[in-house]
């Protein structure tokens, strides 16, 4: 067993023993939780670093904001609208939405298994054929790792671009500089890394007042745009397929434009990998992410209908000088520009809050895959700063490697945007292998671990449905938007896809096997 798995195993005490010390001292009990909490913690083997301040409306919240779906449908609906239009926007948006429903009840029902920030790999771990179990959780936990990280740079750009577009709605002759969005890019996420590390401990009350903005934010826009916009025919935006990339097939060109309806669906799982800032995890982890995926699903979906219905033409849409289709809809909507720019400010602060709740995300998952000896340098980023409770090295990671991503827009935005396909394919594989894994010990008549939240006997057909739905996505997530594309215009991700797999599994053979055991050989088994 590593050095780092042998400590853990010392340092967790008993439960019980902390139980006992938690009930005299209010601030140790903040940090250890409930006493189920402690259970699951000494389960796992592993020692409470950080403090259990968030509450089940704080975590909802956080997850809220970070899919922010409604948000980021507004953000991403010009890829959806050059390949598929508004049909092609509006149904496979329902059909992700509620295929997103299975995937996260079954994630949900994992997470109230095993509440721990290592999320999937960890489970693979422990649900996987002993056989497998090693190599599959080291390869899932570098899959987390690229999709995260990745995810993080994507925000933080898709938020940077957005600021360009409300710059070039107030100055019209406002030309879009690569080196802007970059920069524009450093300065969000310099924010949100400053916000994780020095105002960590008030995140919680912070992603509780995000959330009432989230929410009377949503009807204030509906409202504007139900009123004042201009109403199309129902029956054309319902069924008007479109297919701008030439792929000379609807059903092509739609499911080509598939990242623009999954981008604002995904990450329920992000309140997982909080899961050991969360108190009585086991309960509240499964509520917030079955809720967010409801709520936010429904948002994004009565949003999405109003914008494509409120649209206008869809060529002077799309070759709207703010290269946002959305920011058209708006100053077509109002006639103004300063109530245009008011409902644009709303749609973008909540982008930068996203990136905010990805970022803290991405660092949780990079802690736990680190004290587990999964990447090099381990101790460095799995150390928890005593005096702020988060782990500092992890999060300025996560800001180095935005920064380090938005150079590629100096080159190409287009190769930049391919890192959204890469964040997505990266997350969905390690949602297929351990939903997969899951799934097999049903089949098998294994017994599953207790949990206050059980799937019962729709566990397996939920299971297979999540599974079946995230194997199409995944396929599609690499497709370029259309066919026989240029060297500029490919999807790239794919490549970068394969390239972090290979060198995982040479890093895996080299050093890996030697340091890394996995998160299964903490567990004590007589918990």
Same mark, same amino acid.
């Given at each position: 067993?590593?050095?780092?798995?042998?400590?853990?195993?010392?340092?967790?005490?008993?439960?019980?023993?902390?139980?006992?010390?938690?009930?005299?001292?209010?601030?140790?009990?903040?940090?250890?939780?409930?006493?189920?909490?402690?259970?699951?913690?000494?389960?796992?083997?592993?020692?409470?670093?950080?403090?259990?301040?968030?509450?089940?409306?704080?975590?909802?919240?956080?997850?809220?904001?970070?899919?922010?779906?409604?948000?980021?449908?507004?953000?991403?609906?010009?890829?959806?609208?050059?390949?598929?239009?508004?049909?092609?926007?509006?149904?496979?948006?329902?059909?992700?939405?509620?295929?997103?429903?299975?995937?996260?009840?079954?994630?949900?029902?994992?997470?109230?298994?095993?509440?721990?920030?290592?999320?999937?790999?960890?489970?693979?771990?422990?649900?996987?054929?002993?056989?497998?179990?090693?190599?599959?959780?080291?390869?899932?936990?570098?899959?987390?790792?690229?999709?995260?990280?990745?995810?993080?740079?994507?925000?933080?750009?898709?938020?940077?671009?957005?600021?360009?577009?409300?710059?070039?709605?107030?100055?019209?002759?406002?030309?879009?500089?690569?080196?802007?969005?970059?920069?524009?890019?450093?300065?969000?996420?310099?924010?949100?890394?400053?916000?994780?590390?020095?105002?960590?401990?008030?995140?919680?009350?912070?992603?509780?007042?995000?959330?009432?903005?989230?929410?009377?934010?949503?009807?204030?826009?509906?409202?504007?745009?139900?009123?004042?916009?201009?109403?199309?025919?129902?029956?054309?935006?319902?069924?008007?397929?479109?297919?701008?990339?030439?792929?000379?097939?609807?059903?092509?060109?739609?499911?080509?434009?598939?990242?623009?309806?999954?981008?604002?669906?995904?990450?329920?799982?992000?309140?997982?990998?909080? =899961?050991?800032?969360?108190?009585? +995890? $086991?309960?509240?982890?499964?509520? %917030?992410? &079955?809720?967010?995926?409801? /709520?936010? @699903?429904?948002?994004?979906?009565?949003?999405?209908?109003?914008?494509?219905?409120?649209?206008?033409?869809?060529?002077?849409?799309?070759?709207?000088?703010?290269?946002?289709?959305?920011?058209?809809?708006?100053?077509?909507?109002?006639?103004?520009?300063?109530?245009?720019?008011?409902?644009?400010?709303?749609?973008?602060?909540?982008?930068?809050?996203?990136?905010?709740?990805?970022?803290?995300?991405?660092?949780?998952?990079?802690?736990?895959?680190?004290?587990?000896?999964?990447?090099?340098?381990?101790?460095?980023?799995?150390?928890?700063?005593?005096?702020?409770?988060?782990?500092?090295?992890?999060?300025?990671?996560?800001?180095?490697?935005?920064?380090?991503?938005?150079?590629?827009?100096?080159?190409?935005?287009?190769?930049?945007?391919?890192?959204?396909?890469? =964040?997505?394919?990266?997350?969905? +594989? $390690?949602?297929?292998?351990?939903? %997969?894994? &899951?799934?097999?010990?049903? /089949?098998? @008549?294994?017994?599953?671990?207790?949990?206050?939240?059980?799937?019962?006997?729709?566990?397996?057909?939920?299971?297979?449905?999540?599974?079946?739905?995230?194997?199409?996505?995944?396929?599609?997530?690499?497709?370029?938007?259309?066919?026989?594309?240029?060297?500029?215009?490919?999807?790239?991700?794919?490549?970068?896809?394969?390239?972090?797999?290979?060198?995982?599994?040479?890093?895996?053979?080299?050093?890996?096997?030697?340091?890394?055991?996995?998160?299964?050989?903490?567990?004590?088994?007589?918990?």
């Amino acid at each position: 067993m590593s050095e780092i798995a042998k400590e853990s195993v010392v340092e967790a005490e008993p439960f019980d023993a902390e139980l006992e010390g938690s009930a005299e001292d209010p601030d140790l009990a903040e940090k250890k939780g409930t006493s189920a909490d402690r259970h699951a913690m000494w389960r796992m083997g592993k020692v409470q670093e950080m403090r259990r301040n968030f509450r089940f409306v704080s975590i909802f919240g956080f997850s809220m904001i970070l899919m922010a779906s409604w948000e980021t449908m507004l953000g991403t609906s010009t890829i959806g609208l050059i390949d598929g239009g508004t049909a092609g926007l509006i149904w496979m948006y329902l059909i992700c939405w509620l295929g997103f429903i299975c995937v996260n009840t079954s994630m949900a029902e994992m997470g109230s298994m095993a509440p721990t920030s290592g999320g999937q790999y960890h489970w693979v771990s422990e649900f996987a054929p002993v056989k497998y179990q090693k190599f599959l959780s080291y390869i899932i936990g570098w899959l987390c790792v690229l999709g995260w990280q990745t995810g993080a740079a994507n925000t933080a750009f898709l938020a940077g671009t957005q600021i360009q577009g409300l710059i070039a709605l107030n100055k019209p002759d406002y030309n879009f500089e690569a080196w802007h969005g970059t920069l524009l890019v450093f300065a969000v996420s310099a924010f949100n890394v400053i916000f994780n590390t020095f105002l960590a401990k008030k995140l919680p009350l912070v992603e509780g007042i995000v959330l009432v903005v989230h929410i009377f934010g949503f009807f204030a826009i509906l409202v504007v745009l139900w009123v004042m916009g201009p109403k199309g025919d129902a029956h054309a935006v319902f069924t008007t397929f479109n297919d701008y990339g030439v792929w000379n097939s609807n059903g092509l060109a739609t499911l080509s434009g598939l990242v623009a309806v999954v981008l604002p669906l995904l990450g329920a799982d992000a309140a997982v990998h909080m =899961s050991e800032e969360l108190r009585d +995890a $086991s309960k509240t982890l499964p509520r %917030s992410m &079955i809720w967010t995926t409801v /709520i936010n @699903g429904s948002t994004g979906w009565v949003m999405l209908i109003t914008f494509c219905m409120v649209l206008g033409n869809l060529d002077d849409a799309l070759a709207s000088n703010t290269g946002q289709a959305y920011l058209y809809v708006f100053y077509n909507a109002t006639k103004s520009v300063a109530g245009a720019s008011v409902m644009g400010a709303l749609v973008i602060t909540m982008a930068i809050f996203c990136n905010l709740s990805i970022t803290a995300t991405s660092s949780r998952q990079l802690f736990a895959f680190a004290r587990d000896q999964g990447i090099p340098f381990n101790k460095t980023f799995a150390h928890v700063s005593p005096k702020y409770d988060v782990p500092i090295n992890a999060i300025c990671l996560a800001f180095a490697v935005s920064c380090l991503l938005s150079l590629i827009n100096l080159g190409s935005s287009v190769a930049l945007m391919n890192i959204a396909s890469l =964040s997505t394919a990266a997350i969905i +594989a $390690s949602y297929i292998v351990s939903i %997969s894994c &899951i799934a097999l010990k049903r /089949i098998k @008549g294994e017994p599953l671990l207790p949990s206050k939240f059980k799937l019962g006997r729709a566990g397996l057909p939920i299971n297979i449905i999540s599974i079946v739905f995230l194997i199409f996505i995944f396929v599609f997530s690499f497709m370029p938007m259309g066919p026989k594309p240029t060297p500029e215009g490919m999807n790239w991700s794919i490549l970068m896809f394969g390239a972090t797999v290979f060198f995982s599994l040479v890093y895996y053979y080299v050093v890996g096997r030697h340091v890394y055991v996995g998160p299964v050989a903490y567990v004590r088994k007589s918990a």
